[in-house]
């Protein structure tokens, strides 16, 4: 009988521990030894001694370990050190090249983070401050996992839970405050589901929370158009152009998706939905800016009503036609790209962070809309990365194209071109004038936008 329950603990261990093997050739150091790491703190990056193995003769080796979920281990031999993703009961090829300097590294030392916790965390300031910087430490350290979205997704439980407890998370806000900040991970790690949206969408608003807008504004943004498309979703077009009835338009969001319980969620989707329709659709400004002013009198959520207050402002500000600010802006080269310098073509911004999963997602689709549409479009990135060395290290090579700008936050350049959350995309025609100030992104139809430009 233990010989039975033996053989199956012995089974069931092999079906949850699936055995990965790293094979390779490290020409320079035959006849030495490699050493195999796996990261026992996802937040700041400790690792661990995992196993050990001979290089031959031939410069050849070969390890075996046992992997649970794909994660991040690295290699290290001599002055080398390589980080590979890996997963279950996958072999994995490698050669590893010697680097061109020989110095002697130590590899052990953790990267430098900002997710310690040696100071009072009864405070809630404190806390707002480390979950941010939690978050920001952890997308810094395994920026290759954002590559391959499938590998990201199994960390992030784990990250959360971690998080939560050294941090000692315990009243609502403060769940909530990292469920918004995580949110942006998820929706990287999984963009095809609706889980983040059912999950952290539906959810209640907490308007004081500016995480939740600052990630929920694309999908507020998106969700109007979307709902559209839903069986009784049709009417909506007709609410808005026809019969300007902001009463209607909200009951037939509600029918059109049943998810949709919360009458404040509707509103916001009708808000955000309409500020991004009116640069979208021409013809509807004047019902847009009506609907709107409809909200800033009639709702009964003071929110709501400053919100419809501050998109009519913005709407105001940065109509199509009117004139785009001045700017001045210094690339690496220290060349500057100003507003005279970028007349007489179409100027596509992006402002951007290098550890956002959107624009990591993104960033490769752009290579193809510059190839077809560089003639009558230049497109210019605009970091808003809060340290130079985020910036550069984006970059492989370290070589930083001359249309991509580390602005350090400059406050004044955001308060006129209207920052208020990243990625965000704005299209200047060839006159200097607002063609489009919040357009769309590459993976949302950026293409359809740029093939009606005359």
């Excluded at 507020?220 to 338009?249: M, R, V, Y």
Aim: glycine content about 2%; some cysteine.
């Amino acid at each position: 009988m233990r010989i039975l329950i033996l053989v199956f603990v012995l089974i069931s261990s092999k079906i949850f521990c699936l055995e990965t093997k790293i094979k390779g050739t490290y020409l320079k150091n035959p006849s030495k030894k490699i050493y195999l790491y796996r990261y026992n703190d996802l937040l700041n990056q400790k690792l661990q001694l995992e196993a050990e193995q001979l290089i031959n003769e031939n410069g050849e080796f070969e390890i075996l370990f046992d992997v649970k979920q794909a994660e991040q281990v690295v290699l290290i031999s001599d002055n080398s050190k390589t980080t590979l993703i890996v997963e279950p009961s996958k072999t994995i090829q490698i050669n590893i090249f010697p680097p061109k300097e020989n110095k002697q590294i130590s590899f052990l030392n953790p990267p430098k983070t900002y997710c310690d916790f040696s100071t009072d965390t009864n405070n809630i300031n404190y806390k707002i401050q480390k979950i941010e910087a939690c978050i920001d430490t952890f997308t810094d350290n395994h920026f290759e996992l954002f590559l391959k979205p499938v590998l990201l997704a199994p960390l992030l439980p784990s990250l959360e839970v971690s998080i939560e407890s050294k941090l000692g998370l315990k009243t609502v806000k403060e769940k909530n405050y990292l469920l918004y900040t995580m949110a942006k991970l998820y929706d990287a790690s999984q963009p095809k589901k609706r889980i983040i949206r059912d999950k952290y969408f539906l959810s209640s608003i907490d308007f004081s929370n500016h995480e939740y807008f600052n990630f929920f504004r694309y999908h507020f943004s998106n969700a109007l158009q979307n709902i559209t498309t839903l069986p009784g979703g049709e009417e909506i077009e007709s609410d808005i152009n026809k019969k300007h009835d902001w009463e209607a338009l909200v009951k037939h969001i509600k029918q059109a998706d049943l998810s949709i319980k919360n009458d404040t969620l509707a509103q916001l989707i009708v808000l955000f939905g309409l500020r991004s329709w009116y640069n979208q659709r021409g013809n509807n400004q004047k019902n847009v800016e009506f609907l709107l002013r409809s909200t800033e009198l009639y709702s009964k959520s003071k929110n709501v009503v400053t919100i419809a207050k501050n998109l009519l402002l913005e709407l105001q500000q940065f109509q199509n036609g009117f004139p785009a600010p001045d700017y001045v802006f210094l690339n690496e080269a220290q060349k500057e790209i100003t507003k005279e310098i970028t007349k007489g073509q179409y100027l596509y911004i992006s402002f951007y962070s290098s550890d956002s999963p959107e624009f990591i997602q993104e960033y490769p689709l752009y290579d193809k809309l510059r190839i077809l549409y560089g003639k009558k479009v230049s497109f210019l990135f605009v970091s808003l990365d809060e340290k130079k060395e985020t910036f550069l290290e984006f970059f492989t090579d370290k070589k930083v194209p001359e249309n991509f700008v580390f602005l350090n936050r400059d406050r004044k350049i955001l308060e006129n071109f209207g920052v208020k959350s990243i990625p965000q995309n704005m299209l200047i025609d060839p006159d200097g004038d607002w063609k489009n100030y919040s357009v769309l992104s590459p993976s949302q139809g950026l293409e359809n936008v740029l093939k009606q430009l005359k």
